[in-house]
């Protein structure tokens, strides 16, 4: 009897845990055609998955039309900037599905598409006469693409950014590149993705290189693989922290700077938290996850009983915010080239905490069941207080960085990880970085105070290991996990004691959905010798990655920063954590509740 009570209540958390999957199932269409044509292409999807953009045209070449798709209108054609004929193309939509992006015309110009307004050009670049749009964000009030123009008297392509204030804005190349184009934006519009290409105005000999553009940093290179000489960076999540693209013939990601190898296929596109990526291989549409790694689409569909008899699913372009809704294009049963979409049910896995809560209940649960056969009391405020304690350590987990398993590390290349704690630490030079005067190249040094013998004059000094910048260098930080975390206090100081000034630290955060929160730290001018903790503002919580850079990082040697001792918090448990929780507390409830009543629960 009380073996069966034990078993049904373990039961109730299991179905709970399971039930919270989303029971989406699998499904599957082709989207049709604009009116009279008889083939089509999709390469963009809305974050919620229901408006789709990309063109309708003849299986032959001829002239293509910028299409928009939703399951209400179907496949409806767009039209063409003035002369009204032609040829446009839709590449992107924003993510609430309001506005699509794309070229029309000869030579190309760059359209912005809203249904009260109608195709709208958005011009060129200065002395440029042809421009591309590749990416929009959440809301369609920024555009992203490259453009012809003029570099030192010579034609190039630069990547821009615009808006409906500012026009388009070229971005600039690379250090001793002339070329560039974007290829994603955030959610936000603040960060900026593509790669840069051609080391000289008049030949384009060079391996290109994926780059991350702020107003903060400008164009940053993010490097390459192991062995590898090029790199392009083709999308980036919502949140502004994931980059996708490859390097090499391999699929990439980069993280806070660290670029991480997902195998052999071209990626495409990513969902809003960068968990799934989707793109393709050879001539084959696949989604990658990181529980799953590299899977194809079609055979995820066939193998949960999708017919899809006759179809060749060619390539994924896009993916909803959720990771649940994908589109591409493929072959269809008639032989014609269609665009397709597919939806496949969210592998929502709960996360390490909430296991151990459901583990937490089960323990429970079975020394409720052994203290019965004592016919002990269990319950009281005392047990609810012990238990509360137990679950505490899961509900947040505080740590401080103290860079001691660093000491002597020094570090001389962009991009340089390294993790402590189970946070990542990306090393990064700025767009105008300079090495110190003296000409050693170093970027950073995390040392103990000996390090101060190779200070002049000398560096501040905490009596333990410290991390120690360069000017024109930032720091960023992240969780290995990708989880949130929250940034609580930090002790900082200027590098240089001798130094009669003070240094103002830019301390700024990503946050989980999307924008920033910042603040500023002034430290005690030189003299008053090493460092200070500081407090951080109580908005620092929910953040995925943070970046320590200061106010002036070019002017040597007074803005050269220090740090240490960086206190954080992990997040508090998702929602189906606290769930947990109280269906713990719920069951063990229903336990006393029955031993108070003694009634039989099961037959012999």
């Not at 919620?48 to 299986?59: H, I, K, N, T």
Request: charged share 10%; hydrophobic share 40%; net charge negative.
């Amino acid at each position: 009897m009380r073996s069966g009570l034990v078993l049904g209540v373990a039961a109730l958390f299991l179905a709970t845990i399971f039930s919270s999957v989303p029971s989406n199932a699998q499904n599957f269409e082709g989207l049709g055609f604009a009116a009279g044509y008889n083939a089509s292409r999709a390469d963009g999807v809305s974050a919620d998955g229901s408006v789709v953009a990309g063109l309708s045209g003849p299986q032959v070449v001829g002239s293509d039309q910028a299409s928009r798709w939703t399951a209400a209108t179907g496949m409806v054609g767009l039209g063409f900037l003035p002369p009204a004929t032609g040829t446009s193309w839709a590449l992107a939509v924003s993510g609430d599905g309001s506005t699509v992006v794309g070229n029309s015309g000869s030579p190309d110009q760059v359209f912005r598409w809203t249904a009260s307004s109608g195709m709208a050009g958005l011009g060129y670049l200065p002395t440029g006469g042809s421009s591309t749009a590749n990416a929009v964000n959440a809301d369609g009030s920024v555009v992203v693409g490259a453009g012809a123009t003029t570099v030192n008297g010579v034609g190039a392509q630069l990547a821009y950014r615009w808006t409906s204030s500012t026009g388009m804005v070229a971005l600039g190349a690379l250090p001793g590149m002339y070329e560039s184009i974007a290829n994603g934006v955030s959610a936000n519009g603040a960060v900026v993705v593509g790669s840069s290409d051609c080391t000289n105005a008049t030949s384009c000999l060079s391996s290109p290189q994926a780059f991350r553009w702020t107003a903060a940093h400008g164009m940053v290179g993010l490097g390459f693989l192991p062995g590898q000489t090029s790199s392009t960076a083709s999308a980036i999540s919502a949140n502004g922290n994931v980059v996708i693209g490859n390097s090499g013939g391999e699929a990439v990601s980069w993280i806070g700077g660290a670029i991480s190898d997902l195998g052999t296929f071209s990626a495409n596109a990513v969902n809003a938290d960068g968990s799934v990526i989707v793109g393709t291989t050879g001539l084959e549409a696949d989604i990658w996850t990181e529980a799953n790694g590299l899977k194809s689409v079609q055979n995820l569909l066939v193998a949960d009983g999708v017919n899809l008899t006759g179809w060749e699913l060619i390539a994924a372009t896009g993916v909803s915010a959720d990771g649940s809704v994908i589109v591409g294009f493929g072959t269809d049963p008639q032989g014609l080239r269609e665009s397709w979409l597919a939806q496949l049910p969210i592998a929502a896995v709960p996360e390490p905490s909430t296991w151990a809560m459901m583990l937490i209940g089960f323990a429970g649960i079975g020394f409720i069941s052994y203290r019965r056969r004592s016919k002990r009391i269990l319950f009281g405020s005392t047990s609810v207080a012990v238990l509360i304690i137990e679950l505490a350590p899961i509900c947040a987990s505080a740590n401080v960085i103290t860079f001691e398993q660093e000491s002597g590390l020094y570090i001389a290349t962009d991009g340089y990880t390294f993790v402590d704690n189970g946070y990542r630490f990306v090393f990064g030079q700025g767009p105008n970085y300079q090495p110190p005067s003296g000409g050693n190249g170093g970027a950073a040094l995390v040392g103990e105070p000996g390090v101060t013998s190779i200070c002049s004059p000398p560096c501040s000094s905490n009596g333990t290991s410290a991390y120690y910048s360069d000017n024109g260098a930032f720091l960023t930080m992240s969780q290995i996990s990708g989880s949130a975390f929250s940034l609580t206090a930090v002790d900082a100081a200027q590098v240089f004691t001798t130094l009669n000034s003070s240094l103002d630290l830019n301390i700024i955060g990503q946050v989980t959905g999307g924008g920033t929160v910042s603040t500023v730290l002034t430290t005690t001018p030189g003299g008053a010798d090493q460092f200070t903790t500081y407090t951080l503002p109580s908005n620092f919580v929910d953040l995925l990655s943070v970046e320590f850079v200061t106010a002036n990082p070019y002017a040597y040697p007074e803005n050269e920063f220090a740090i240490d001792n960086i206190e954080v918090t992990s997040a508090v448990p998702e929602p189906s954590t606290w769930a947990m929780l109280l269906l713990g507390f719920a069951g063990i409830g229903f336990m006393a509740y029955r031993r108070k009543s003694k009634p039989a629960l099961m037959a012999a």
